[in-house]
């Protein structure tokens, strides 16, 4: 159950669109087939959603984000709050407009949940339902253990990790790791030293580097650069 070396590979594509399609089919298998994850590192969160289309237009045309209890009640890190329209009884503080939401989500799917922000991992937050009944969500999470917030975070990472670097960006950063300066590796790539400085610019900026040290750092260690002595026998 939940084995996290396939999901490593389910996580592979490099569009992350795709990886979460993957993702969520993935752990509809295990039972959890309505996920909502709350992308919140820009100004306006961002939602992605296993549940069908319909549900999410729905949300989105109701304005439902203003007024979703869950930004409310669930963003704590570490605290896991039960969700879900099974829950609807225990939930009279919330307005009018919050039951029918969660009272909708119900009707679309979403039968019973729980939050889950991991610690040291900002900018994310999960609601995960199922349309299984509050007590077999619980043997199922319990089933799950630890397993699950790391699939969890391996999900957060896929879908927080920078664009993937170009070609000719990887090439300038190499000769960069051989120590060769600007005009240097501008003759080399038979490009002009402005065309080169484009590059790392580039680079710097999918790498969320400040300088070409720290860009060519990154790269070493995310895999996509090679160590000195690998590049001039091309």
């Known amino acids: 159950m939940l084995d996290l070396v396939h999901l490593m590979e ?12 993957r993702f969520s089919n993935y ?25 069908r289309e319909d549900w999410t237009a729905h949300y989105r045309a109701q304005g439902y984000a203003d007024i979703d209890p869950f930004f409310e009640h669930c963003l704590t890190p570490g605290l896991s709050v039960a969700t879900g329209a099974a829950h609807l009884s ?15 989500a119900g009707e679309a799917g979403f039968r019973s949940g729980f939050s889950l922000v991991l610690p040291g991992q900002p900018g994310f937050a999960w609601n995960l339902g199922s349309g299984l009944p509050p007590v077999a969500l619980a ?28 070609a000719r960006e990887v090439e300038v950063l190499e000769w960069l790791a051989e120590g060769l300066r600007t005009k240097e590796i501008a003759h080399r790539m038979s490009v002009t030293s ?14 969320g580097a400040r300088t070409r040290d ?6 070493v260690l995310r895999g996509a650069v090679r160590l000195p002595g690998r590049v001039s026998g091309r």
């Open 90 to 104: 225990r939930l009279r503080h919330l307005g009018a407009a919050q039951r029918r939401l969660i009272h909708e």
């Open 214 to 219: 720290q860009a060519l750092l990154q790269a």
């Open 139 to 166: 043997r199922l999470r319990r089933a799950l253990g630890e397993r699950l917030p790391l699939a969890l975070r391996l999900m957060q990472m896929r879908l927080a990790a920078p664009p993937p670097l170009s």
């Open 10 to 21: 389910v996580l592979t594509p490099d569009d992350a669109g795709t990886a979460w399609t």
């Open 27 to 51: 752990a509809a298998n295990f039972g959890l087939d309505c996920l909502i994850l709350y992308d919140l590192r820009g100004d306006k969160p961002e939602i992605l959603t296993s549940m």
């Open 194 to 207: 402005v065309t080169v400085e484009l590059h790392l610019r580039s680079a710097r900026a999918k790498l």
